[in-house]
């Protein structure tokens, strides 16, 4: 019997880590199968409430991950994500959500190896994470 797949979203931004993943994709690195990408303009754009909905609508895991500080293609659009993303990690156990399974992070166009390793790490936290509620 084969293992049930980690589902994981991954919101990343189009100018780098969408770049970075698609570098590792096209460079045939191997990544966790069940990471499904959701390119948003900037980590800034993404929404504290479309993470929530992804846990709503099952996901076992959710990624944020943008522009490294300085590389925003829109100034401080991370800066902000960053800020936001934090106060929603922090709120997650009230909402009886373990915070393991939500991750902000930050990968640029040119580390797709980086991309591979991020996510393989974070789809390993995620799984522990459910086997452990
Ligand atoms: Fe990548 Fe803003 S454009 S985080």
Request: proline residues 5%; aromatic residues 8%; contains cysteine.
């Amino acid at each position: 019997m084969t293992e049930p797949t980690t589902r994981i979203i991954g919101f990343l931004c189009n100018w780098c880590s969408y770049a970075g993943a698609d570098m590792a994709g096209m460079s045939r690195m191997r990544q966790p199968a069940g990471v499904r990408i959701i390119r948003v303009p900037c980590s800034g754009r993404v929404d504290p409430l479309l993470v929530l909905r992804a846990f709503q609508e099952g996901a076992d895991g959710v990624l944020v991950s943008g522009c490294h500080p300085g590389d925003c293609h829109y100034g401080s659009g991370n800066y902000f994500a960053r800020r936001r993303l934090e106060l929603l990690k922090r709120m997650l156990p009230a909402l009886g959500i373990n915070p393991e399974r939500f991750h902000y992070t930050r990968v640029s166009a040119t580390e797709g190896a980086r991309w591979a390793e991020v996510v393989s790490a974070i789809t390993e936290r995620v799984k522990n994470a459910n086997d452990n509620d």
